[in-house]
């Protein structure tokens, strides 16, 4: 693995605050740490996904439930999935997981800047909202195609050492493969060399693994991307 990948790996596993237990477990699952079962959950009876908690909470089952719907549907049928979000905040208001959601369908739906706004919104009830590997991939979707690079790159850098949690190679292999020609645009934009090192090292890990249909895309982009380096103003050596 290329040394500017495992920074951001190392960089990124850093999850602080006594949460990091239920967030990673979210991150893994999809579902939001106050819908995991009790086995998924740390031995505190106060943890809000507890049996005790839930029957404290009105609504939390309905809501659990109404999310689930809306994740299933997604794929199929964001319009579904976006109104079963809304549902669930119906239930359960306050949280930001159904705003994730509705993010996600927004996405699908190609409204591109309403997915950036339900995002903002979801983050700001709660930080860590968007930790899911797929959640994080459509925000940084989101974030590409409205233009945010600086932002989105933020988001890759953060997706980049849970891809393995992406659900095929394919994706993959397409979230390194978008995250290297963020870095690229940055790189020609700004004059910036760290960009593109970050866009190499991002292709080549791509290159690793051959087994996705990406794998010419891939290699174009490694053949091309020293040609960025032409657009750079470096420096003039003197003696």
Request: charged share 20%; proline share 7%; aromatic share 4%.
């Amino acid at each position: 693995m290329d040394l500017a990948v495992a920074a951001v790996l190392f960089w990124a596993s850093f999850v602080p605050g006594a949460e990091a237990a239920l967030v990673t477990a979210a991150a893994a699952t999809g579902r939001p740490p106050e819908c995991l079962p009790p086995a998924a959950e740390r031995q505190d009876d106060s943890t809000p996904g507890s049996v005790w908690a839930r029957a404290r909470v009105p609504g939390l089952e309905r809501y659990c439930a109404r999310l689930a719907r809306g994740q299933a549907r997604l794929a199929s049928d964001p319009e579904a999935a976006g109104a079963a979000a809304r549902s669930a905040d119906e239930a359960l208001p306050g949280r930001a997981a159904p705003l994730v959601l509705q993010a996600r369908a927004a996405l699908a739906l190609g409204k591109l800047d309403d997915a950036v706004a339900l995002f903002d919104r979801a983050r700001a009830v709660e930080e860590r909202s968007v930790v899911q590997p797929s959640a994080l991939y459509d925000l940084a979707t989101a974030l590409r195609r409205t233009g945010r690079h600086r932002q989105a790159l933020d988001v890759y850098r953060i997706l980049v050492p849970r891809a393995a949690m992406l659900p095929t190679r394919a994706a993959r292999a397409l979230a390194l493969l978008e995250a290297a020609h963020v870095s690229m645009t940055l790189g020609a934009q700004d004059d910036s060399t760290a960009d593109l090192d970050e866009a190499l090292a991002y292709l080549r890990e791509a290159g690793r693994n051959r087994h996705h249909p990406f794998g010419t895309d891939v290699a174009l982009s490694l053949a091309l991307a020293p040609v960025s380096y032409t657009h750079l103003t470096l420096p003039t050596i003197t003696e």
